[in-house]
């Protein structure tokens, strides 16, 4: 359990919100850093073991039968990754804490914050690849929060949006691939996965898997052509850059590559795709980083660049390009967050992030100056710094490769020309900022900022400078872990030496230092070049193919869906009938040989009133009330089918529905237009009979030869299993409490959600009450009649208690809560009818709403005591028990889960009757008002 306390950690940070209103800016940062320090510190009580190999897991079971556990596993990668968000977040919750304003929400920042922490967290360390799917959706969400946390700003909110649409988009594609991995392999769980590599390579879905979850790949960590939303992302508060864009959630990308590298890479394929898409990402992004004048807007591209970087190193498919890739997420993390911060500090002290205007800083703000001038060294690959040692490795591994054969060449010197631009780059970044003159224009007199903003800039950028000097006691040992975990197997032989001789490597570095001071220099003449060619504005390109996106199912949309409700029904029987024509022409003999039931006088007088009451349905449609009394008699005649047929729950169950269902209708129809014109013309007419006559016959013909044949269902396991696996006689209820508990989950929840939206529909409508029925007679003026609330009162506890009773004998006989749910919402009903609305407020106080919350509460609770006694969820537990006079008795959970059911029918049940019976309102229109319009 330990290891869960590491995804449930963070969440304590959501209590925040609660707390940022009584108390201090100071102790609310420091009350939301404890979850993420207290997690850190956790995690380093594991590391000896992290860092010799060892692989800890941990799971829960949730849907053994479908492989659905939530599970944590964590190996040397994983302890790498956790590293980068907990501490890199601890940090920047204390650098939040100086550069948010006062005006701006601290508590729900912090909110959103811990929820992206925590999802980063569970798409690391789960060990399932559904739940870690559903971690991944989850960090586009909480992303999507934090960049639009100025909601006032436009570009925050298309930035948001543009983040979400494109990791969004990616995560369903992911979704498919991982959907995919778990039908080849047999299962979702991790450990498995990864040790099934070979059979992945060689099914035939694997191009399919590969370009899906290199899609989810490429769009989380900003790849080649998907790398426009990082800029326009930019718009979040500057500690969202810091840590998402550097060093959680882009990383994800990073992280889900590295993680299935050794089961999905080792082919063309691979080397092709993720090798092509890395270049070119880290040559764009490092050209175009060197025109922003904006210093978000450089880091963003420099971002881009170093990921492009990363994608490039796995692509090349060597074992120690692997780990050269797992080192610079380590290097690139430490020194872009610390860039980030630092861009930040300049932008909170100085007001604009503006290159042309932030000239000369270093007059004004020496120490930030140096801590941001080593950290731009760093990313330049200067030596004695981190970016020094990862970029000779990229280098390296470039020169170690020939995939391309005779053009294998193009890749060293287009990366030595990567380098260039990189490092160009981050002189500009140091000149124009901290030298090249005096200010220009600040909206305010830079000045140093307060001293614990400074603080984690500082360790970060010490970091740096351990690693860069001496990254065989630092980091060795953690690179060596992260590095076997994703390769799977022994790490080959590299050196973190600070310096290997003069060799090509070596001078690729010098090759791109000097041509980065020579691009930098010359930087006027590139300025002038790329003036030629406009820039779109990627937010402006998005939204065109937005609209044109809406424009699109917009003409769809109204050419399927045209209003005409015969034509849907129309086209669903159209394609009913081409389904279920071609099996039945291959069909040679309709009947079976399964003995047919004889006929007896009773079912023959049913049939024949069940289609009479359907025919007269049809017919007399126009006579509202007396169709819907039509309606009634085919419902109740397949209620006493039911129960003819051994079905007692289900007659029972469809009694009540109809109950419902009439007086649902009678309130509807009570507001409708008393006069309907013709909806159809004979042609239509003689169609729609055709239509319905042949898929009569053909349902007919269907259901004739399923009774005739013998049919093995799953229905033997149930009854066998009924009294023993759930402790209880009625097989129907132990399947919907039981068996089948989290279908009947899933049930109430979409009925508790549907109550709720019609009851927001209808909540603040008012409808006119009609004066007449279609024959112009006035309605009585005796709206509640005494009888009818005399008896309806005299009948309330009757029915309350034969709910009761049909609740508590549910699970050995015909009942439970979804009967007794609706029989106790018709009773209440009836009070509403026979009473009013008035009466009821004033004697029965129940906030319906608050009911269907706690019976799926209740319900979802039950399935999840079960967990602590290390049982699957929603198992059920049963008991047999004397009490004196009472005698043996029987206990089960599932009675508390049918509670859950119970409450939740009777909210949406009342919340949608109760509320249809308040939309009359007695006022009356002006007859004047209505001759004038």
């Given at each position: 359990?330990?290891?869960?306390?590491?995804?449930?950690?963070?969440l304590v940070?959501?209590v925040v919100?609660?707390?940022?209103?009584?108390?201090?800016?100071?102790?609310?940062a420091?009350?939301?850093?404890?979850?993420?320090?207290?997690?850190?510190?956790?995690?380093?009580?594991?590391?000896?073991?992290l860092?010799?190999?060892?692989?800890?897991s941990?799971?829960?079971?949730?849907?053994?039968?479908?492989?659905?556990?939530l599970?944590?596993?964590?190996?040397?990668l994983?302890f790498?990754?956790?590293?980068?968000?907990?501490?890199?977040?601890a940090?920047?919750?204390?650098?939040?804490?100086?550069?948010?304003?006062?005006?701006?929400?601290?508590?729900?920042?912090?909110?959103?914050f811990?929820?992206?922490?925590?999802?980063?967290v569970g798409?690391v360390?789960s060990?399932?690849?559904?739940q870690?799917?559903?971690?991944?959706?989850?960090?586009?969400?909480?992303?999507?929060?934090?960049?639009?946390?100025?909601?006032s700003?436009?570009?925050a909110?298309?930035?948001?949006?543009m983040?979400l649409?494109?990791t969004?988009?990616?995560?369903?594609a992911l979704l498919?691939?991982?959907?995919?991995?778990g039908?080849?392999v047999?299962?979702?769980?991790?450990?498995t996965?990864?040790?099934?590599?070979?059979?992945?390579?060689?099914?035939?879905?694997?191009?399919?898997i590969?370009?899906?979850?290199?899609?989810?790949?490429?769009?989380?960590?900003?790849?080649f052509?998907f790398?426009?939303?990082?800029p326009?992302?930019?718009a979040a508060p500057?500690?969202v850059?810091?840590?998402?864009?550097?060093?959680?959630?882009v990383k994800?990308g990073i992280f889900?590559?590295?993680?299935f590298?050794?089961?999905?890479?080792?082919?063309?394929?691979?080397?092709?795709?993720v090798?092509l898409?890395g270049?070119?990402?880290?040559?764009?992004?490092?050209?175009m980083a060197?025109?922003?004048?904006?210093?978000?807007?450089?880091?963003?591209?420099?971002?881009?660049s170093?990921?492009?970087l990363?994608?490039?190193?796995?692509?090349?498919?060597?074992?120690?390009a692997?780990?050269?890739?797992?080192?610079?997420?380590?290097?690139?993390?430490?020194?872009?967050?610390?860039?980030?911060?630092?861009a930040?500090i300049?932008d909170h002290?100085s007001?604009?992030?503006d290159?042309?205007?932030?000239?000369?800083?270093?007059?004004?703000?020496p120490y930030?100056?140096t801590?941001?001038?080593?950290?731009?060294?760093?990313?330049?690959?200067v030596?004695?710094?981190?970016?020094f040692l990862?970029?000779?490795?990229?280098f390296?591994e470039t020169?170690?490769?020939g995939?391309?054969g005779?053009?294998?060449?193009?890749?060293?010197?287009?990366?030595t020309?990567g380098?260039v631009?990189?490092?160009?780059?981050?002189?500009?970044?140091i000149?124009?900022v901290?030298?090249n003159?005096?200010?220009?224009?600040?909206p305010k007199?830079?000045?140093?900022?307060?001293?614990?903003?400074?603080?984690?800039?500082?360790?970060?950028?010490?970091?740096?400078l351990?690693v860069?000097?001496?990254?065989?006691?630092?980091?060795?040992?953690?690179?060596n872990?992260?590095?076997?975990a994703?390769?799977?197997?022994?790490v080959?032989?590299?050196s973190?030496?600070?310096?290997?001789?003069?060799?090509?490597?070596?001078?690729?570095?010098?090759?791109?230092?000097?041509?980065?001071?020579?691009?930098?220099?010359?930087r006027?003449?590139?300025?002038?070049?790329?003036?030629?060619?406009?820039?779109?504005d990627?937010?402006?390109?998005?939204e065109?193919?937005?609209q044109?996106?809406?424009?699109?199912?917009?003409?769809?949309?109204?050419?399927?869906?045209n209003?005409s409700?015969?034509?849907?029904?129309f086209?669903?029987?159209?394609?009913?009938l081409?389904?279920?024509?071609?099996p039945?022409?291959?069909?040679q003999?309709?009947?079976?040989?399964k003995p047919?039931l004889?006929?007896d006088?009773?079912?023959?007088t049913?049939?024949i009133?069940l289609?009479?009451?359907?025919?007269?349905t049809?017919?007399?449609?126009?006579?509202?009330?007396v169709?819907l009394?039509?309606?009634?008699?085919?419902?109740?005649?397949?209620s006493i089918?039911f129960?003819?047929?051994?079905?007692?729950?289900?007659?029972l169950?469809?009694?009540?529905?109809?109950v419902?269902t009439v007086?649902?209708l009678?309130?509807?129809?009570f507001?409708l237009?008393?006069?309907t014109?013709k909806?159809?013309?004979p042609?239509?007419?003689v169609?729609d009979?055709?239509?319905?006559?042949?898929?009569g016959?053909?349902i007919g013909?269907?259901?004739?030869a399923?009774?005739?044949?013998?049919?093995?269902t799953?229905?033997?396991?149930?009854?066998?299993?009924?009294?023993?696996?759930?402790?209880?006689?009625?097989v129907?209820?132990v399947?919907?409490?039981d068996?089948?508990?989290?279908d009947?989950?899933g049930?109430?929840?979409?009925?508790?959600?549907?109550?709720i939206?019609?009851?927001k529909?209808?909540?603040?409508?008012?409808?006119?009450?009609?004066?007449?029925?279609?024959?112009?007679?006035?309605?009585?003026?005796?709206?509640?009649?005494?009888?009818?609330?005399?008896?309806?009162?005299?009948?309330?506890?009757?029915?309350?208690?034969?709910?009761?009773y049909?609740?508590?004998?549910g699970?050995?006989?015909p009942?439970?809560?979804?009967?007794?749910?609706?029989i106790t919402?018709v009773?209440?009903?009836?009070?509403?009818?026979?009473?009013?609305?008035g009466?009821m407020?004033a004697r029965?106080h129940?906030?319906?709403?608050w009911m269907i919350?706690s019976?799926?509460l209740?319900?979802?609770?039950?399935?999840?005591?079960?967990w602590?006694?290390?049982k699957?969820f929603?198992?059920?537990?049963?008991?047999?028990f004397k009490w004196p006079w009472v005698?043996k008795?029987?206990?089960?959970?599932?009675?508390l889960f049918d509670?859950?059911v119970?409450?939740t029918?009777?909210?949406a049940t009342?919340?949608?009757l109760?509320?249809?019976?308040?939309?009359?309102t007695?006022?009356?229109?002006?007859?004047?008002?209505?001759?004038?319009?």
């Open positions: 359990m330990d290891l869960f306390l590491l995804l449930v950690l963070p940070g959501i919100p609660l707390l940022a209103k009584s108390c201090s800016r100071t102790l609310c420091f009350l939301t850093a404890i979850a993420p320090v207290t997690a850190l510190i956790l995690l380093l009580t594991m590391s000896q073991d860092l010799d190999g060892v692989v800890l941990s799971s829960l079971s949730w849907i053994p039968a479908m492989g659905m556990d599970s944590v596993r964590l190996d040397g994983v790498l990754f956790l590293i980068l968000i907990f501490g890199i977040g940090l920047v919750i204390l650098y939040a804490r100086y550069y948010l304003s006062p005006d701006d929400s601290m508590g729900r920042f912090y909110c959103y811990m929820m992206f922490m925590s999802a980063m798409v360390a060990g399932n690849i559904i870690m799917w559903f971690f991944w959706e989850l960090t586009s969400i909480s992303s999507f929060l934090l960049i639009s946390f100025w909601s700003r436009t570009d909110r298309k930035g948001a949006r983040a649409t494109v969004g988009a990616g995560g369903l498919a691939g991982l959907l995919l991995v039908q080849v047999g299962s979702f769980d991790l450990e996965v990864l040790n099934s590599g070979d059979a992945l390579r060689e099914s035939g879905e694997y191009p399919f590969l370009v899906l979850v290199l899609l989810g790949a490429f769009t989380k960590s900003a790849q052509p790398h426009f939303w990082l326009q992302a930019m500057t500690p850059s810091a840590y998402l864009h550097s060093a959680t959630m994800a889900l590559m590295a993680r590298y050794p089961v999905l890479s080792g082919t063309e394929m691979w080397f092709l795709i090798s898409t270049l070119c990402t880290f040559l764009f992004g490092a050209y060197l025109f922003k004048h904006d210093l978000k807007g450089l880091l963003a591209y420099s971002t881009i170093h990921l492009g990363i994608t490039l190193l796995f692509g090349l498919d060597t074992r120690l692997t780990v050269a890739a797992i080192f610079h997420v380590i290097n690139h993390a430490t020194f872009k967050a610390s860039l980030f911060m630092a930040g300049i002290e007001g604009s992030r290159m042309r205007q932030l000239n000369g800083l270093w007059k004004y703000m930030t100056a801590l941001a001038i080593i950290a731009a060294a760093s990313m330049a690959g030596p004695l710094l981190n970016g990862s970029k000779e490795m990229f390296n020169l170690d490769q995939s391309l005779s053009l294998s060449w193009v890749i060293p010197v287009l990366a020309l380098g631009f990189s490092v160009a780059y981050s002189t500009r970044f000149h124009d901290f030298f003159g005096e200010p220009v224009n600040l007199t830079p000045h140093e900022p307060p001293r614990y903003m400074k603080l984690p800039v500082e360790i970060l950028v010490g970091c740096c351990l860069g000097i001496v990254p065989g006691l630092v980091v060795a040992q953690l690179l872990a992260a590095s076997s994703s390769l799977l197997g022994p080959p032989y590299y973190l030496a600070i310096w290997h001789g003069f060799n090509l490597p070596l001078m690729m570095s010098f090759v791109a230092m000097a041509g980065g001071f020579f691009v930098y220099y010359n006027r003449t590139l300025f002038h070049f790329q003036m030629q060619f406009p820039e779109p990627s937010k402006v390109v998005f065109r193919w937005v044109r996106a809406i424009k699109a199912c917009r003409f769809g949309h109204a050419y399927i869906e209003g409700l015969q034509r849907y029904i086209l669903l029987l159209l394609a009913t081409a389904v279920t024509v071609t039945l022409t291959a069909l003999q309709t009947s079976g040989l047919q004889p006929m006088a009773a079912s023959v049913a049939a009133l289609v009479l009451s359907a025919v007269a049809v017919i007399w449609n126009r006579k509202r009330l169709a009394l039509m309606l009634s008699v085919v419902g109740l005649i397949v089918a129960a003819r047929y051994s079905a007692p729950d289900l007659a169950t469809q009694l009540a529905v109809e419902v007086i649902l009678m309130l509807a129809l507001f237009p008393q006069q014109p909806e159809s013309s042609r239509r007419l169609r009979i055709g239509i319905s006559a042949l898929v016959g053909v013909t269907v259901n004739y399923m009774m005739t044949r013998p049919l093995e799953i229905s033997d396991f149930f009854v066998a299993n009924s009294k023993t696996g759930g402790g209880g006689t009625n129907v209820n399947i919907l409490v068996f089948r508990g989290f009947t989950l049930e109430i929840t979409v009925l508790g959600i549907a109550a939206a019609i009851y529909l209808i909540v603040g409508m008012r409808l006119y009450m009609p004066s007449g029925d279609e024959y112009g007679r006035h309605w009585s003026t005796d709206t509640y009649p005494m009888v009818l609330a005399v008896i309806s009162q005299i009948l309330l506890p009757l029915a309350l208690l034969v709910s009761v049909i609740f508590l004998r699970h050995n006989e009942g439970g809560g979804f009967i007794a749910g609706l919402g009773a209440l009903i009836q009070q509403y009818i026979a009473n009013g609305v009466w407020k029965v129940i906030n319906y709403q919350g019976g799926l209740i319900a979802a609770f039950t399935g999840v005591g079960s602590f006694f290390d699957p929603l198992t059920s537990w049963f008991d047999y005698g008795f029987e206990l089960a959970s599932a009675m509670l859950g119970y409450l029918v009777v909210g009342m919340l949608i109760a509320n249809l019976g308040t939309l009359t007695s006022e009356r229109p002006d007859e004047r008002v209505l001759e004038d319009q």
